[in-house]
């Protein structure tokens, strides 16, 4: 498993980069994450839903009630135009990032 600490700045790239694919909501944003990182890396959900939070106030996405399940309306998310450019940013900045970090990480010689 990863830490979270070590991948923290990257949550709102990943959740970005599940809305590309369409609407969704909170446990299959989640349930993505985990199939996709085969497991590696399991989102918190206080920490998805802050991601949430903060990627609906700086206008990244959008909000609107699903229909119900199990007695509960299910909250789905939606990608912006604005989301999409931050999210191409940021794969940019991980671009960069790794080209920096490689340069202090020391591979096994064989």
């Not at 106030?57 to 009630?65: A, D, E, F, L, Q």
Request: charged share 30%; with cysteine; proline share 1%.
């Amino acid at each position: 498993m990863i830490s979270s600490d070590v991948i923290r700045g990257y949550n709102d790239t990943i959740i970005l980069s599940i809305l590309i694919d369409g609407d969704s909501y909170g446990y299959e944003i989640s349930k993505k994450i985990r199939d996709i990182s085969k497991e590696k890396y399991v989102i918190k959900e206080t920490t998805l839903y802050s991601a949430f939070t903060r990627l609906e106030k700086n206008g990244y996405i959008t909000s609107y009630p699903g229909e119900k399940t199990h007695g509960k309306k299910r909250t789905y998310y939606k990608l912006t135009s604005a989301g999409f450019a931050y999210y191409l940013e940021k794969c940019e900045e991980w671009q960069l990032t790794k080209e920096v970090v490689s340069h202090f990480i020391r591979e096994e010689e064989e």
